[in-house]
């Protein structure tokens, strides 16, 4: 079994700065690709940024500039910095990753964290 754990949403006016973490634990043999992903009310979950095993990041066009994607393979972590935030950017962020587990031989699932809320309100 595999466990996300995400932290650091919040309350914060526009223009200012959150840091989001999202931390793996459990029956890991390898992590491939880890993201974050928001779903705003009525509207479709979407992918915000992602970040490879080997570290090659992409981003939607809506967080190019603003949003920074990192991860530190020895904790299984992966980070959101979000600057320059706008009202828009007000979603539950989740965190999603590949894993690798070993039962009786490797197999990748998908795992996603239980979200957390980020609103950009004056």
């Known amino acids: 079994q595999v466990q996300l754990v995400e932290s650091g949403g919040g309350l914060v006016q526009p223009g200012g700065s959150l840091r989001l973490s999202c931390a793996a634990s459990g029956s890991i043999f390898s992590i491939n690709a880890m993201g974050w992903y928001r779903q705003a009310p009525g509207k479709q979950r979407e992918l915000v940024a992602q970040i490879t095993s080997g570290g090659s990041t992409r981003y939607a066009d809506s967080g190019k500039g603003r949003f920074t994607i990192s991860r530190d393979n020895a904790k299984n972590t992966v980070y959101l910095q979000m600057n320059s935030l706008k009202p828009e950017d007000t979603a539950v962020y989740y965190c999603?990753?590949?894993?690798?587990?070993?039962?009786?031989?490797?197999?990748?699932?998908?795992?996603w964290g239980q979200g957390t809320q980020v609103t950009v309100s004056s």
């Open positions: 999603n990753a590949e894993v690798i587990v070993v039962v009786t031989t490797p197999v990748l699932n998908d795992y």
